[in-house]
């Protein structure tokens, strides 16, 4: 039926319409085709058509009845309506690179694009779940990414691919698998994380890649660190700097993979050793404009390397500096990476309050909490957790009881929010 309807069928300016994008982007597609029939004259028997659906369904969508909730029914309305992938959080649709070259801008106040390449699709795929996975959190993008897995590269990676396709195809399914552990690990299932991250190195070395091999092993060591094998932590680490030598320097890597063991050298108590490691990261880091990214390898900046500091020297009991590395990791960090702004508020908030400054921890607090509600990352209701429990000593204050209320009703609506995620089907991240 949606064949019926020829492409492009909504106009190319309604999707400039903030409001259009926004529906989109919280998949409300009710609003959606609401605001497509008030904007572009389409009919909602028009929309029904496209899109392979029955026309009191879309008009109940409309009245605000019923969310689309099934990545497969969302791909068809992609598909219907030729909306762009990256508008709905969803890989580049394919006929993308054929037909149309919108940009999707999903860096907020940069309009940055999101590539439709026809020649390398799945690097668009990577790069569009990479950014709405910086501003949603892992937990609203992980079955998705699973989906992509399973149904267009696991075809690929078994059905017989050689030369140079086949190992772009491995390091796609590299990459993903990668992105797939992460958000494993943002949703607590630490278990799955690993078990993603060690196929995602098979598949890696399958594709004769050393720098995401190494990236890979920058993940496992944060993993480790997380799950407090620390010893682990620091061997992944230098692995992956021995994984890389010899071949191409991505600066930026090797940074992450200093980083990552300075992070597990200060909970060892090797303080000086740990900030030896952050020097060099830091010289890393400088050099991060020579040399152009890998769309495969994960990326790793100044606020990114800012924020490891901050834990880092939180960790070596250098609370002046980490708190200054804090500050800065909030300064640099740009509104496209909410998740990674929200760590970084938290980790200052807790520093200021090991200092015994409380009230110049809740004033931090508070202006975090507004930007973390809708975040779909367990990891952060983890450490609004460490940061009441810290701040509960000061309680007396008014200051802090206020905050404290403030904070556990957002821990409500956070749980609230995080019991409608579903945990994806597939055990184990056996997804290739």
């Not at 990545?71 to 990256?86: F, H, N, S, T, Y």
């Not at 919108?102 to 790069?127: F, L, M």
């Not at 060591?221 to 620390?230: D, E, N, P, R």
């Amino acid at each position: 039926m949606a064949g019926s309807v020829a492409p492009n069928v909504l106009p190319e300016r309604l999707f400039a319409r903030e409001d259009v994008r926004a529906a989109l982007a919280r998949h409300d597609f009710g609003a959606f085709f609401a605001l497509a029939r008030k904007w572009s004259g389409i009919s909602y028997m028009r929309i029904a058509d496209a899109c392979d659906m029955k026309p009191e369904r879309v008009g109940k969508l409309a009245r605000g009845e019923g969310r689309v909730t099934s990545v497969e029914k969302m791909e068809q309305i992609a598909d219907g309506l030729r909306v762009p992938g990256g508008l709905m959080r969803l890989a580049p649709r394919p006929w993308e690179g054929r037909e149309t070259q919108r940009v999707v801008a999903t860096r907020e106040g940069r309009g940055q694009p999101v590539p439709c390449s026809k020649a390398n699709p799945d690097a668009a795929a990577v790069e569009s779940f990479r950014a709405a996975d910086r501003q949603l959190g892992g937990g609203h993008l992980y079955a998705s990414v699973l989906h992509y897995l399973h149904h267009t590269l696991g075809p690929r990676v078994f059905g017989g691919e050689t030369g140079r396709d086949s190992a772009r195809t491995f390091q796609a399914a590299a990459a993903l698998t990668e992105m797939a552990g992460w958000m494993a690990h943002d949703t607590g299932q630490n278990r799955r994380a690993d078990d993603h991250f060690t196929k995602a190195l098979s598949l890696a070395k399958a594709g004769e890649d050393q720098a995401l091999g190494a990236n890979v092993m920058a993940s496992m060591s944060h993993l480790a660190l997380q799950m407090g094998h620390l010893d682990k932590a620091v061997s992944m680490a230098r692995a992956g700097r021995d994984h890389v030598t010899g071949g191409s320097r991505v600066p930026t890597l090797i940074a992450r993979l200093h980083a990552m063991e300075a992070r597990a050298l200060a909970q060892l108590g090797e303080g000086e050793t740990a900030r030896r490691a952050l020097t060099v990261a830091q010289k890393e880091i400088a050099k991060m404009s020579d040399i152009p990214s890998s769309p495969w390898v994960s990326s790793f900046d100044m606020p990114a390397l800012a924020s490891e500091t901050a834990l880092s020297l939180l960790d070596a009991g250098d609370l002046p500096a980490a708190v200054d590395a804090a500050e800065e990791a909030i300064a640099l960090r740009s509104g496209d990476r909410a998740r990674s702004r929200v760590f970084s508020q938290i980790t200052l908030a807790l520093i200021r309050t090991r200092r015994g400054e409380p009230e110049a921890a809740c004033e931090v607090g508070r202006a975090l909490l507004g930007g973390c509600v809708t975040l779909g990352s367990l990891r952060i209701t983890q450490q609004l957790d460490l940061l009441g429990h810290a701040l509960a000593r000061y309680r007396a204050e008014p200051i802090v009881r206020d905050f404290l209320d403030c904070l556990a009703e957002t821990r409500r609506q956070r749980a609230l929010l995080l019991a409608g995620i579903a945990t994806p089907t597939a055990a184990g991240g056996a997804v290739i």
